[in-house]
C-alpha cells in the first residue's frame, strides 16, 4: 500500500517523495526516549517549573510545552542537556499557514529547539496536498535555519484511514519533517497506539524520527511503542513511567 502511495502523491499532485532508507534502532535509554510534557489549557507557572525541574532530574529529552511558556523553560533548563519544545497551530492544526509560520521563527529565533507542529487535517481530507506539502515545507524552513527540529503531528486518529496516515507520512517527510508525530492527545478519538506508529515506521523508514503521544502512560505502553518503531515519546507521566508506575490521569 505503501508504495502505492507514493505513486499516487508524485502522479497526482506532482510532490517528489523521497527514497526510502532503513530504520536503525538505536536503543535509546528510557529516558532520554521522552519529552515531559505540560499542554494544558489551565497550566500554571508553577506547573512549569516543576516539569522542568523533573525532567532535569530525570534527564528526559525534552520538555513539551504551550508558546507563552517557551522562554520560560529556555531560562529554566539552559544549564541542562534538557531541550525545549513548544508545540503551534495546536491542538487543531488549523490556523492560517503564515500565522504558524511566524509562531516557529519566533519561537526559534528565541531558542526553542524543537517545534511540534499540528498538520490541517481538513486539508488532508480535502485532498489539497500541495497546500499540507507547502505549510510543512515553510514550517520546516523556519526551523531548520535556526538550527531546531521540526516534528509534524499528523493526528491520526482523526485521519483514521489507513491510506491518509501514509499520506501524511509522506508528506511530511517530503517537506523536510525531522519527525511524524502520532496525535495531540487532544482529539476525542484518542491518541497513539501501537498499530499506528507501526504504520507511521513503515512509512518513513529511516527518513524521519516516530514519536507516539497521547496517553502513552507506563512502561510497558512506552516499550510497546519503541518495539512498534518510535523513537521519541510525548507524555506528561514521564516521572513515573521511569519509576515502573502507572501514571493515569493527563496528556
Known amino acids: ?12 499532485h506532482g510532490i517528489k517523495c523521497p527514497e526510502p532508507t532503513e530504520f536503525v534502532d538505536k536503543k535509546i535509554p528510557i ?4 519529552d515531559h510534557t505540560q499542554l494544558g489549557q489551565d497550566a500554571t507557572s508553577a506547573q512549569i517549573l516543576q516539569l522542568t525541574q523533573e525532567a532535569i532530574s530525570n534527564d528526559f529529552r525534552a520538555v513539551c510545552v504551550n508558546p507563552c511558556y517557551g522562554e520560560m523553560a529556555l531560562s529554566q533548563l539552559k544549564s541542562s542537556s534538557v531541550l525545549t519544545c513548544c508545540v503551534i497551530g495546536f491542538p487543531l492544526g488549523a ?3 503564515a500565522q ?17 507542529m ?8 480535502d485532498g489539497r496536498y500541495k497546500e499540507v506539502f507547502a505549510e510543512i515545507q515553510q514550517i520546516a524552513s523556519a526551523c531548520h535555519s535556526n538550527k531546531a527540529i521540526l516534528k509534524v503531528i499528523i493526528e491520526a486518529t482523526c485521519l483514521i484511514e489507513r491510506e491518509l496516515i501514509i499520506d501524511a507520512c509522506l508528506l511530511s517527510a517530503a517537506a523536510g ?17 501501537v498499530e499506528d506508529v507501526k504504520l507511521m515506521r513503515d512509512t518513513v523508514g529511516g527518513r524521519c524520527g516516530v514519536k507516539a503521544a ?16 518510535a523513537d521519541r515519546i510525548g507524555t506528561s507521566g514521564g516521572v513515573k513511567i521511569v519509576a515502573g508506575q502507572v501514571h493515569d490521569v493527563g496528556y
Open 177 to 193: 519533517a525531522d519527525f511524524v508525530k502520532t496525535s495531540t492527545g487532544m482529539h476525542k478519538n484518542g491518541g497513539a497506539n
Open 95 to 97: 490556523p492560517i499557514t
Open 31 to 34: 529516558n532520554k526516549l521522552i
Open 214 to 229: 497521547g496517553g502513552v502512560r507506563d512502561l510497558q505502553s512506552v516499550k510497546q511503542m519503541v518495539e512498534a518503531g
Open 1 to 12: 500500500m505503501i508504495q502505492s502511495r507514493i505513486e499516487f502523491i508524485e502522479k497526482t
Open 118 to 125: 499540528v498538520i490541517n487535517c481538513s486539508f488532508m481530507k
Open 100 to 116: 504558524k509560520v511566524h509562531e516557529a521563527q519566533i519561537l526559534t529565533k528565541l531558542g526553542v529547539q524543537e517545534i511540534d
